[in-house]
């Protein structure tokens, strides 16, 4: 499974950024699909998950109720939709994609990793 991000960028305190995450070369049906992110001198974190079906979704308490992960295995794409972004939201964000089809929260269930996508939020 490949992965491509998309959708970062700049945007100001209390906007909004949708990003993407398109798989190629296989589907990403029954792949537990999740959005961890990476900001500069800090660990990876997690972000949101959703499972293969997406009826079950995880957030990080940080962006509960201002994110919203969803997917669309016919098109073999996952959205996050990110409203009300906070400086400290700027990261690079990382989509990922785990066998375990749950949607876990740790980034060493994940076996693929698309590359990061800049989400920069200014005061």
């Known amino acids: 499974v490949q992965l491509q991000a998309s959708g970062g960028g700049l945007v100001q305190a209390r906007g909004s950024l949708r990003l993407s995450c398109a798989a190629s070369?296989?589907?990403?049906?029954?792949?537990?699909m999740g959005w961890f992110r990476q900001a500069p001198g800090k660990e990876r974190e997690f972000v949101a998950s959703?499972?293969?079906?997406?009826?079950?979704?995880r957030y990080a308490d940080s962006v509960k109720g201002r994110f919203t992960l969803s997917r669309d295995n016919a098109k073999h794409t996952v959205s996050l939709q990110m409203n009300s972004l906070k400086p400290e939201d700027t990261a690079a964000y990382f989509c990922a994609a785990a066998r375990i089809s749950y949607g876990s929260r740790s980034p060493g269930s994940y076996d693929y990793w698309g590359q990061g996508t800049q989400v920069t939020v200014s005061s």
């Open positions: 070369r296989r589907t990403i049906s029954g792949y537990g």
């Open positions: 959703i499972s293969w079906s997406g009826g079950s979704t």
